[in-house]
């Protein structure tokens, strides 16, 4: 009943938001020293690896002192549409470009920002989050093995972070101690990761030094945000994927969305998974 109160609520808030009243948050942290733009390979059923996977592109830019890893795609369309009326009508007609924005990656994460913090945005429950924490680096065991990866040698290291055991490849070639995700404090750039059961698993797929532009802080939500920890904000997130929300919409008739002709799942498909953090359980 707490649940259906709180789905309501949130849904008429979210209603009520005039586009132009959001408030648009740009800061200009310091210039951005380099660019890596990975390809994230998510498994969706960790019981069917081979086939059942998700991949997107995710944006590393890093400064002297602080870093961000978010969706490019997602910024540009956020912002473009919060400028733009008719780029957010045009978003919300189109079925097919609504399902593609929808599908992109919505957790940003920003390293030391606020200063020896962590920062992310995500967005799950049809709310906007910020959760910050502590910045915990990983502890890492450094090897002799080696592997050239984009013209760079790099390293593998292991460490066991929040619940995964994880491998990368760095590259003091690069000399920047971050890497993709909550990933870093290497001598050296992280390239590649991936935890031990590849569910997870990092790729480098372009390199930029030159006309990188700055490392920013953004928020195009500011104001309609709650405040939450990691800790509760994992299980939470984690039951909100496994519910089948669009029947539970219907079954309240809120929006004009009814269950007419529509079957409620018992099973959500592509759910099978877990966070790249496990420690939550």
């Known amino acids: 009943m707490k649940l259906k109160i709180f789905i309501v609520l949130t849904i008429l808030h979210i209603l009520s938001v005039d586009i132009n009243a959001r408030k648009i948050i740009e800061e200009i942290i310091e210039p951005a020293l380099i660019e890596v733009v990975y390809e994230r390979r998510k498994v969706l059923d960790t019981l069917d690896c081979d086939n059942d996977f998700k991949k997107d592109l995710l944006t590393l830019k890093v400064g002297k002192s602080v870093s961000a890893f978010y969706s490019a795609r997602l910024k540009t369309t956020d912002s473009l549409e919060l400028r733009h009326k008719e780029y957010f009508h045009a978003r919300y007609d189109n079925k097919d470009l ?35 924490e502590d910045w915990e680096k990983p502890n890492w065991n450094i090897t002799d093995s080696t592997k050239n990866i984009f013209g760079f040698e790099c390293f593998l290291a292991k460490t066991d972070f929040r619940g995964r055991k994880w491998l990368v490849w760095f590259s003091p070639e690069i000399p920047i101690s971050d890497g993709p995700w909550k990933l870093c404090g290497l001598p050296g750039l992280i390239l590649k990761a991936q935890d031990s059961k590849g569910h997870y698993i990092y790729e480098p797929v372009s390199i930029r030094t030159q006309g990188v532009g700055n490392v920013e802080y953004y928020d195009y939500d500011a104001g309609n945000r709650f405040i939450t920890t990691r800790l509760k904000a994992l299980p939470r997130k984690q039951k909100y994927i496994h519910e089948d929300l669009r029947y539970t919409i219907g079954a309240m008739g809120i929006g004009g969305v009814t269950n007419e002709g529509y079957v409620k799942r018992d099973v959500i498909p592509h759910t099978n998974y877990d966070f790249e953090e496990t420690d939550y359980h």
């Open 98 to 132: 609504f399902s593609s924005i929808a599908n992109l990656p919505r957790e940003t994460v920003f390293k030391n920002y606020p200063e020896n913090k962590i920062r992310v945005h995500d967005r799950f429950d049809l709310c906007n989050w910020i959760i910050d």
